[in-house]
């Protein structure tokens, strides 16, 4: 297929065209949501069957060693701790597990982590601190 451009004709054309087919699939939909109400009328008091799949609970996913390194540094300060604190103390901590890489290696890994944990999994909570944006606190 030859790589050309299109004319402004043609454009309009297909936009049209495309319209046409979202209004043809839109009517289908509506038909077919009035069928399934029928047939759910049909089946009384029989269980009502979803339209969607059942949701599939997923199994957590373990933590990481960086994980539970930071996670450990929160609980062992007592209090919301900055992301500040958690770079030092973390750094420190991999130095002596001896999974520690070059400075900026580590900070992006640890930022990836408190993001996996605060937002994903829900492990962490930031919590507004005093001049310096957020803290990261254990969920409870």
Known sequence: MENRELS???IIGLIAEFKSEVRKNLTKIDIFNEKIEEF????????AVSASMPEKKRKPYPLSDWDKIII?????NGKPTTSKEIYD?????AEEQGIAMDEAKMKSKINQCLVKLSNRR???RKVKY??????YSIAY
């Not at 450990?72 to 062992?76: A, E, M, P, V």
């Not at 005093?130 to 803290?135: D, E, P, V």
């Open 72 to 76: 450990n540094t929160i609980k062992d």
């Open 122 to 124: 829900g492990d962490l």
């Open 40 to 47: 759910t009328k049909l089946l009384g008091d029989a269980p």
């Open 89 to 93: 103390a973390a750094m420190q901590k």
């Open 130 to 135: 005093q001049g310096r944006g957020f803290a």
């Open 8 to 10: 402004r004709e043609e």
